[in-house]
């Protein structure tokens, strides 16, 4: 079955850039929604944002100035750059399946943004 | 931005009882686009409904999903241990951002 796995620094400075990679194995990567939703104890769940496999795609609108979602199919791996990041952005990252509701969820990484 | 307001905040029940969660949107969530989620410790959240009663793939019947327009219930007929979690609904209508409500944590 579908499986994602999210990768990348646990440990971003404050006005650095997040960069995270989710790869997806077991299924194909094409005709898809991929979504990354995060998750903190002050804010709960919050959606991010999600691109279709052609590269389209959808932020939430209190991200969009820092937030950059790309996808390669070549790699089966979907990517988030989230910029000038704050304490605010740290955060448990999940990547799912789905443009909206996601049926498949990665194990999610802690981001934390500290100095 | 549609809030979700879930309720309880927490519901302390036992195996065998049935649970009946809450989920209020701030305004009508188009086309019922809406999902509830089931999350436990150091777990990703797991899809149990989307479209507000479409069950996912494996969840038992004993859960189901209703609702319409602003208020929307899950409801867990007869409780077994496992289904002791917190439990999200989420929209994802016309407007932007796709929300969360904050949680129903169902506890022994």
């Known amino acids: 079955q579908v499986q994602l796995q999210e990768s990348g620094p646990g440990l971003v400075k404050p006005s650095e850039t997040l960069a995270l990679t989710c790869t997806v194995s077991?299924?194909?990567?094409?005709?898809?929604?991929w979504s990354w939703v995060r998750q903190s104890p002050e804010k709960g769940l919050e959606w991010i944002g999600y691109?279709?496999?052609?590269?389209?795609?959808n932020y939430n609108p209190s991200l969009e100035s820092r937030l950059t979602i790309s996808v390669d199919t070549s790699k089966s791996q979907i990517y988030l750059k989230l910029s000038s990041v704050t304490a605010a952005d740290t955060a448990v990252y999940y990547c799912?399946?789905?443009?909206?509701?996601?049926?498949?969820w990665g194990q999610g990484t802690l981001v934390t943004v500290s100095s | 931005e549609i809030v979700l307001t879930q309720s309880p905040g927490t519901l302390s029940l036992s195996p065998g009882e049935r649970a009946t969660l809450s989920c209020r949107a701030s305004?009508?969530?188009?086309?019922?686009?809406l999902a509830w989620y089931q999350q436990k410790p150091g777990q990703a959240p797991r899809l149990l409904f989307y479209?507000?009663?479409s069950r996912a793939t494996g969840v038992p019947d004993r859960f189901s999903g209703s609702g319409s327009g602003t208020d929307f219930t899950l409801t867990i007929s007869r409780l077994e241990p496992d289904d002791f979690a917190v439990y999200y609904c989420q929209q994802f209508g016309a407007s932007l951002p796709y929300t969360f409500g904050q949680g129903t944590n169902l506890e022994i």
């Open positions: 799912g399946r789905g443009g909206w509701s996601l049926d498949v």
């Open positions: 077991g299924g194909s990567i094409s005709n898809l929604y």
């Open positions: 479209e507000v009663s």
């Open positions: 305004q009508s969530v188009n086309s019922n686009h």
């Open positions: 691109i279709y496999y052609t590269g389209t795609t």
